[in-house]
């Protein structure tokens, strides 16, 4: 039952409905969400430990790619418990506050994924522009402050989300056809004025993934011309290589999150409603779940610890850029 407070019109708690439309199919839903999770979860916190515990792995590249996957295991465990619990118990209840918290969590770190991915750019583009000068340039204390500087500005950046959507008047029921709550979907229920809302939603989304595109662009434009340059094909193609995992990252964060962001503001009905929040749930499980997966694979380094951690060796030895 709806219970609102009669002066302001905030209701107690929303209903989270999970894919409308596949209401009947929800448990098989849920496997390939839960496999996926619990690969990010194994995943992520095996990198962590792998770069916490090599030494090998004490330099800037391989403290970005923690950074990654701190915000990745953030990201995914805001979202994908609780729709478990829709999928598997049929608890939808999400209380006002609660829904607002996962809301902060889920837009935050997202920004923070785009940041993080920027920033692993600059190192790429340090690394192999600026090879000899790689060390002195990104020293721990500069890593420390660009991730600092990151966390704090989609901290900042999604502040103001919580205020002014806990301001609006909510009168449209208190259903949200979604696995989470996020500012949009929360944003429909309201009876008010969300004017406001979606001018600042917008002018986040395009100040944040814009500068971040921008500065990605930017670098690999630089790396391309610097690694053309190389007069050894070897050359060439050892320091393009270390960039390959990167460019996947990039790829499986970017790829949803423009479905999500033009199908919602352009598609108008011609998506189907569960179409959009499978691909949200992609968005939010496919980096966490392959990002752990690319980098082990295609950095040789780690690949290599991760070889000598299993068999208890310490002779294999890797040299990486």
């Known amino acids: 039952m709806l219970m609102l407070n009669k002066t302001n019109w905030t209701p107690a708690s929303f209903i989270l409905s999970g894919v409308p439309g596949l ?9 390939p969400f839960f496999s996926m ?16 515990y090599e030494k090998s792995l ?8 923690a950074m990654l996957s701190i915000t990745d295991i953030v990201m995914c465990t805001s979202t994908i418990p609780k729709a478990l619990y829709i999928f598997w118990f049929h608890l939808k209840e999400i209380g006002f506050d609660e829904c607002l ?22 190192d790429r583009y340090v ?17 420390a402050k660009v991730g600092l500087a990151t966390f704090l500005r989609g901290v900042l950046l999604i502040i103001p989300f919580t ?52 500065c990605i662009t ?17 050359a060439r193609q050892k320091a393009f290589s270390t960039c390959t995992a990167h460019i996947c990252a990039i790829v499986f964060s970017y790829s949803p999150a423009f479905f999500c962001f033009f199908s919602h503001r352009f598609g108008g009905h011609t998506v189907p409603p569960s179409c959009h929040i499978i691909v949200a749930n992609i968005y939010l499980l496919l980096p966490p779940a392959m990002n752990p997966i690319v ?5 040789k380094q780690i690949r290599d610890c991760v070889i000598r951690t299993l068999s208890g060796s310490k002779d294999v030895k890797s040299h990486d850029i």
């Open 127 to 143: 690394a192999i522009c600026y090879p000899l000068r790689y060390s002195t340039i990104l020293t721990n204390p500069v890593i």
């Open 295 to 299: 980098y082990g694979v295609k950095t």
């Open 101 to 122: 918290v996962q809301m902060f969590f889920i837009h935050t770190f997202t920004g923070m994924e785009s940041g993080v991915l920027m920033l692993m750019a600059l």
């Open 163 to 214: 205020f002014l959507t806990k301001r609006l008047p909510y009168c449209r029921g208190n259903i949200i056809p979604h696995t989470y709550c996020d500012h949009m979907s929360i944003t429909k229920l309201s009876c008010g004025n969300v004017k406001v809302n979606a001018i600042y939603g917008l002018t986040v989304a395009l100040l944040v993934g814009g500068f971040d595109i921008l």
């Open 58 to 65: 004490h330099r800037p590249m391989y403290y970005f790619l």
């Open 218 to 234: 930017i670098s690999y434009t630089m790396i391309l011309r610097a690694v053309v340059s190389l007069s050894s094909a070897d």
């Open 23 to 31: 209401e009947d199919i929800h448990i098989w839903i849920s496997f």
């Open 37 to 52: 999770y619990v690969v990010a979860m194994v995943g992520n916190c095996g990198l962590l430990y792998l770069i916490h």
